[in-house]
């Protein structure tokens, strides 16, 4: 059975930081491209950031130079490094494990509240 299951999600003032994980089991974590996504309430679920299995990395514009995606393969853990953080990064941020077309797992989502 595959979980992804996040940590670290939580309530902090503009300009703090967060970081989150997601640690994997049931797959075969290192062949997997990871990624961080967040759904606002009323906005579509987009990608915050990526890492593929050779460790390269992309953002969006909206937190280039803010956020940071890592990876441990031998804990089977990616992590995201949220810093000068904004309301209007406010969300439910998902992990993701991608594999071809066929296997595109999910985890449950963490909130992220940024407000003073």
């Known amino acids: 059975q595959v979980q992804l299951v996040e940590s670290g999600g939580g309530l902090v003032q503009p300009g703090g930081s967060l970081r989150l994980s997601c640690t994997a089991s049931?797959?075969?974590?290192?062949?997997?491209?990871m990624g961080w996504y967040r759904q606002a309430p009323g906005k579509q679920r987009e990608l915050v950031a990526g890492?593929?299995?050779?460790?390269?990395?992309n953002y969006p514009d909206s937190v280039k130079g803010r956020f940071t995606i890592s990876r441990d393969n031998a804990k089977s853990t990616v992590y995201l490094q949220m810093n000068s953080l904004k309301p209007e990064d406010t969300a439910v941020y998902y992990c993701?494990?991608?594999?071809?077309?066929?296997?595109?797992?999910w985890g449950q989502g963490t909130q992220v509240t940024v407000s003073s």
């Open positions: 049931g797959i075969g974590f290192s062949i997997y491209t």
């Open positions: 993701n494990a991608l594999l071809g077309a066929k296997r595109d797992y």
């Open positions: 890492i593929t299995t050779m460790g390269s990395t």
